[in-house]
């Protein structure tokens, strides 16, 4: 059987690392469980490279038994407008593999709108790249309790208190103003944010 890879991302900002705790944990968590003995990795902001300290950045750290590989790029918000509903019972994506296949074999189904939505047995789950947190009209914020990977920023927000977890089917989507996406790279305050109507 291949070993298993697996992907983490970190957040840099002018030459910092963000909040990257609790994903150094999950790398720890992921390692403990798959291969017994977990992988403890410490980083400083030493490695960020010296033209891209100025600059919001994506360090994608690669992963198995050991580390593989730790790149680092310039980080743009994508334009995600609009989304498309996808129904697939089976999917699983409970850590955060390198192999995307599934989901990249969504996505190339549904490429008429920005992002897809996955629906696992009639629950909203994920985008194929971030947790949702879906916006009622009285503004309180809702994400799905059957998430496909529980993010460390869906997390984060969970136990702060600013969002509570929900299922939501699809037909409870249009109760909903609209959907955050959020994930490593991106905040609620980033306001990526997809208007019901634009749900598809």
């Given at each position: 059987m291949t070993e298993p890879i697996f992907v983490e991302v970190l957040k840099v900002k002018n030459g910092t690392f963000i909040d990257i705790q609790d994903q150094l944990e999950r790398i720890y968590r992921t390692t403990l469980h798959f291969f017994s003995k977990p992988l403890i990795v410490?980083?400083?902001?030493?490695?960020?490279?010296?033209?891209?300290?100025?600059?919001?950045v994506k360090c994608r750290i690669v992963y198995a038994k050991e580390i593989i590989s730790i790149h680092?790029?310039?980080?743009?918000l994508r334009n995600i407008q609009s989304l498309?509903?996808?129904?697939?019972?089976?999917?699983?994506?409970?850590?955060?593999y390198k192999n995307r296949d599934k989901i990249n074999e969504l996505l190339r189904q549904h490429n008429?709108?920005?992002?897809?939505?996955?629906?696992?047995?009639?629950?909203?789950?994920?985008?194929?790249?971030?947790?949702?947190?879906?916006?009622?009209?009285?503004?309180?914020?809702?994400?799905?309790?059957s998430t496909l990977l529980a993010g460390t920023k869906r997390?984060?927000?969970l136990d702060t208190g600013i969002i509570y977890k929900k299922e939501i089917r699809i037909n409870d989507i249009k109760s909903y103003e609209g959907v955050y996406l959020i994930n490593a790279m991106i905040d609620?305050?980033?306001?990526?944010?997809?208007?019901i109507d634009n749900i598809r």
């Open positions: 410490n980083l400083t902001n030493n490695i960020i490279p010296i033209d891209l300290r100025n600059k919001l680092f790029e310039t980080y743009k498309a509903l996808v129904e697939h019972n089976t999917i699983e994506y409970s850590y955060k008429e709108c920005d992002d897809i939505l996955i629906v696992k047995n009639s629950l909203v789950t994920d985008t194929s790249y971030s947790n949702v947190v879906f916006k009622d009209i009285d503004g309180k914020l809702y994400t799905p309790a997390q984060k927000l609620i305050e980033d306001n990526v944010f997809v208007n």
